[in-house]
């Protein structure tokens, strides 16, 4: 029989977004492949050290001991590379070291491998590489750009997720709106169709599976009254009351949920995020996330006109 991924939460995830490559980056870029190759080679039993998305990973994975089997895990992470399969093996011994329950890998010398996310049933793609997300975002398949910044981990079980909503779990309309004509057209044009749902963004089928692992979560302490919730999921966004009415409305008709929402009206996302102190946070816009990378793991998902006309520009 073979191992299907239809009915789990799949993640792909870049070796650069899963450790912190400088050194090794540096390498390549002073000396090129060949000295990269070496220099691979001479350090393959030197753990390379976490990176930004790692505490995430690391926590998403230690969910699969809600899995009735372990046989049958909620949770796959996938090792998408552009290392080819010689220099990747480091990148599989520091998985190793980590002691990361990730088996499974795909290795491609000098090209993108995001075009195989669909093929994972993947949730989910995480990479340091700038072009090789915004090329997935153009084809449709969802994508993020760990940023620089704050990787910090903590001593803690749980994993806190948070996302914004405009871009990321919905798709872009409003923003584009607001964009245009400004905070009161915006919040006019989202009172006018406040019970329309809006269609999903690029990361909705993402919080979709981490709703059915908090299923299995609720269904874990209804027997064991003794359980932690571990995973708590929450939306950070600049819409404030009116057009607060429409993301709720949107989240209950997609049959999504989140635990908490911040509707913040223009406040700096950072403030919240260095209180809330997410393991990681989706946003569309690198204007939010420079301030917010410094507090929290920060992923850029550029999707929208917004970065269309970034890129273009």
């Given at each position: 029989m073979p191992y299907e991924l239809e009915d789990r939460l799949v993640i792909g995830v870049a070796s650069s977004a899963l450790f912190d490559l400088k050194e090794s980056d540096a390498v390549f870029r002073a000396s090129g492949e060949d000295e990269?190759?070496?220099?691979?080679?001479?350090?393959?039993?030197?753990?390379?050290?976490?990176?930004?998305?790692?505490?995430?990973?690391?926590?998403?994975?230690?969910?699969?001991?809600?899995?009735?089997?372990?046989?049958?895990?909620?949770?796959?992470?996938?090792?998408?590379?552009?290392?080819?399969?010689?220099?990747?093996?480091?990148?599989?011994?520091?998985i190793a070291h980590h002691a990361l329950p990730i088996t499974r890998a795909v290795?491609?010398?000098?090209?993108?491998?995001?075009k195989f996310i669909p093929a994972f049933s993947m949730s989910l793609f995480l990479s340091a590489n700038a072009e090789d997300v915004r090329d997935a975002i153009e084809r449709g398949l969802p994508a993020g750009q760990v940023l620089t910044g704050a990787a910090d981990d903590d001593a803690s079980a749980d994993l806190r997720i948070a996302f914004d909503f405009d871009g990321v779990l919905a798709d872009d309309p409003s923003?584009?709106?607001?964009?245009?004509?400004?905070?009161?057209?915006f919040h006019a044009h989202e009172s006018t169709h406040s019970t329309e749902a809006h269609e999903g963004g690029p990361l909705r089928e993402l919080l979709r599976n981490i709703n059915r692992i908090q299923d299995k979560e609720e269904e874990r302490r209804r027997v064991d009254s003794s359980y932690e919730i571990r995973v708590h999921v929450a939306i950070v966004t600049?819409?404030?009351a009116p057009s607060h009415e429409r993301a709720v409305k949107s989240l209950k008709e997609w049959g999504v949920r989140v635990n908490d929402a911040f509707f913040l009206g223009g406040i700096d996302k950072g403030r919240i995020l260095q209180v809330l102190q997410p393991h990681i946070f989706f946003d569309d816009q690198r204007s939010h996330l420079d301030r917010t990378a410094s507090v929290a793991p920060s992923v850029h998902v550029p999707f929208g006109a917004i970065n269309r006309a970034a890129t273009s520009g």
């Open positions: 990269y190759r070496r220099y691979q080679e001479e350090h393959l039993d030197d753990a390379l050290p976490t990176g930004i998305a790692f505490p995430f990973i690391k926590r998403l994975l230690s969910l699969n001991d809600l899995a009735d089997d372990p046989a049958d895990p909620l949770v796959e992470v996938i090792v998408l590379s552009r290392n080819d399969p010689e220099t990747g093996l480091r990148v599989m011994r520091s290795f491609m010398q000098g090209r993108s491998p995001h923003e584009a709106i607001m964009q245009s004509g400004g905070l009161d057209e600049a819409r404030n």
